[in-house]
């Protein structure tokens, strides 16, 4: 193989595989066991001070507090993110809808992606359509670093426009994504695989406790 750059994506993934100690698939789920382990839920409502919930209580509060009436309500759902964040929000969007039955909103239309970012930048790709579509609904934003600059904006579009905030981040225990939510699932680690999974296994977790407790089982061949 030619040489790797040093400032590659490659060469900073076997650095942080290297500081974790993985050199085989054992170290590498043994290393996720360990972060999914020590995932961190903050609520932070308006100017609050933040309170720390378990994932169990975090997941029940946003299910039986937003979700839930956003099933009663028009209240819709957007998710947003980047790069492989992006390909996660796009999941989340399909499965909400299919499975959970709730309304969305899909910000990832190539059309209206390229025409937000031509016209207003791509640090307001997201919030330029949420400002003109949102109203009181519901905001998933996903950043593994927690600073992207459109993910921030989009968060605070979606606070002007009313909507309930939740956000999912990992990196630093300081990143600026971690004060916008209602709710905020941080997980503590800075290598973007681990990041990127756990969000994924948070927010199935989330969709599958949401169907769990929602769906009527009357009627059903179980």
Excluded: W
């Amino acid at each position: 193989m030619p040489p790797t750059p040093e400032n590659s994506a490659a060469a900073k993934t076997l650095q942080q595989l290297q500081a974790l100690g993985v050199r085989d698939a054992f170290g590498y789920l043994g290393s996720l066991k360990d972060i999914l382990d020590k995932i961190m839920v903050t609520s932070a409502p308006g100017n609050s001070p933040a309170v720390n919930l378990t994932l169990n209580d975090g997941i029940k509060y946003l299910n039986t507090d937003f979700l839930e009436s956003a099933l009663l309500t028009d209240q819709r759902l957007i998710v947003v993110g980047n790069g492989a964040s992006a390909a996660i929000a796009i999941h989340t969007l399909a499965d909400f809808a299919n499975a959970g039955g709730l309304k969305t909103i899909d910000l990832f239309s190539p059309a209206l992606l390229t025409c937000m970012a031509n016209d207003y930048g791509y640090e307001n790709v997201f919030a330029k359509p949420i400002e003109i579509l949102a109203n009181g609904d519901i905001l998933f934003a996903v950043s593994s670093s927690g600073q992207s600059p459109n993910i921030i904006k989009a968060c605070q579009a979606a606070l002007a426009k009313k909507c309930q905030v939740f956000t999912f981040s990992g990196f630093s225990q300081d990143n600026p994504l971690r004060k916008l939510g209602r709710l905020n699932f941080y997980v503590p680690s800075t290598h973007y695989g681990f990041v990127e999974i756990t969000h994924q296994i948070i927010l199935h977790c989330i969709l599958d406790l949401f169907i769990r407790n929602n769906v009527n089982e009357e009627g059903m061949d179980l």
